[in-house]
């Protein structure tokens, strides 16, 4: 390699031009999937305290959110349900007129070009917060499987555009895609949380959702934080079983993990900047120790970096509006439609 003083890299930094022409990550609102939480009941829209600046909104409200999102350019959103009745069969899990179901036929009545994803999991639904079915202090896999495929069924039904499976049961996808199949939805894709920590950045998600385990924790089906060759098997294994889309979660403390993926499959990777995440840089934002609207595009460009090509973060609403009043330099600008 050439180098200094023939070589200067200094040159090609020295004006915002030039910074553009050699860049090499840039993404824009296309990729971005904004996350909701909707839940029961009529004009409410609450906020979850450890989520400053994300609410709880009953289907009536979201639709007014749903108008503002669309106007700043956020295409995509992924959606979860808050019910008013937890069971141990995690029954409005699959309720035709469950809060998810007829928040899906709604979104997809007033808004048919927004993609809808939804979240294809138990724990929200269940008493006792795990994301299967119990006996004992145990999580059974095949007997979830069944509910799981009811589960992404009435999704589908409902008018959903992806079902997203979260759940980390063994056999999920290929359990999902058949019965997809069975009833006429072979054409709907599948996005699988492929390879889901177990991961204390889920805190505040547990908080809004109110689906904290009420005993024990997800470490026998979530993985080992430590593990980047058993998240390519999971990978592995759900692609053969039918994903589309596959995801890594949480994004910030597993971009290794983002490289790894993107450099074995060819398959476009989805990143989850989840919620524990997102609290962290609002709680440094008010404190005053960190700017929100300089760090929050560096930390999309750090996980399209890795290889992400889809982001799922509660960011998406704030950054598209940044974007809108300044201009962000890693923001390729994509306003409308
Ligand atoms: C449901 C689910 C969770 C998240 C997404 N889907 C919680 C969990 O697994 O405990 C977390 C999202 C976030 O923290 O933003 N299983």
């Known amino acids: 390699m050439t180098k ?13 031009g030039l910074r553009k022409l050699v860049r090499e990550t840039t993404f824009s609102l296309d990729q971005l999937i904004m996350p909701y939480f909707v839940m029961d009941g009529n004009g ?9 600046g994300q609410f709880r909104f009953s289907i009536d409200q979201l639709m007014h959110e749903l108008e503002e999102l669309d106007e700043l350019g956020v295409q995509h959103i992924l959606l979860f349900g808050i019910p008013n009745e937890k069971d141990a069969q995690a029954s409005g899990a699959y309720d035709s007129n469950g809060v998810i179901q007829r928040a899906s036929r709604e979104i997809k009545k ?3 070009k927004i993609t809808l994803i939804t979240d294809v ?18 999580i059974l896999n095949d007997t979830t499987l069944v509910l799981l495929q009811k589960t992404a069924l009435s999704h589908a039904e409902a008018g959903v555009d992806i079902v997203a499976p979260s759940d980390m049961m063994d056999g999920r996808i290929g359990a999902i895609r058949s019965v997809l199949d069975e009833h006429g939805f072979s054409e709907l894709p599948i996005l699988s949380y492929a390879a889901k920590y177990a991961s204390s950045f889920y805190g505040p998600f547990r908080d809004a959702a109110g689906s904290s385990p009420q005993f024990g924790d997800r470490k026998s089906y979530q993985m080992d934080p430590a593990n980047v060759e058993e998240a390519l098997r999971e990978i592995e294994l759900d692609l053969e079983e039918g994903a589309d889309l596959i995801m890594v979660k949480p994004a910030l403390s597993y971009l290794d993990v983002i490289r790894a993926a993107k450099t074995k499959f060819h398959f476009p990777i989805a990143a989850y900047n989840v919620s524990g995440e997102y609290a962290m840089v609002k709680a440094a934002h008010a404190m005053g120790y960190l700017d929100e609207k300089k760090v929050v595009p560096e930390i999309l460009t750090a ?15 704030e950054v598209a509006r940044w974007a809108r009043e300044s201009g962000t330099p890693f923001l390729i600008k994509t306003y409308g439609k």
């Open 121 to 138: 999991c138990l724990c929200e639904y269940m008493s006792h917060g795990h994301c299967g079915v119990v006996e004992g202090e145990k």
């Open 303 to 317: 996980i399209s970096r890795a290889g992400a090509r889809v982001i799922l973060s509660y960011h998406a609403k």
């Open 110 to 112: 007033r808004f048919p």
């Open 4 to 16: 200094f003083p023939e070589y200067r890299p200094r040159r090609m930094r020295a004006t915002e």
């Open 44 to 52: 409410l829209k609450e906020e979850i305290q450890s989520m400053p």
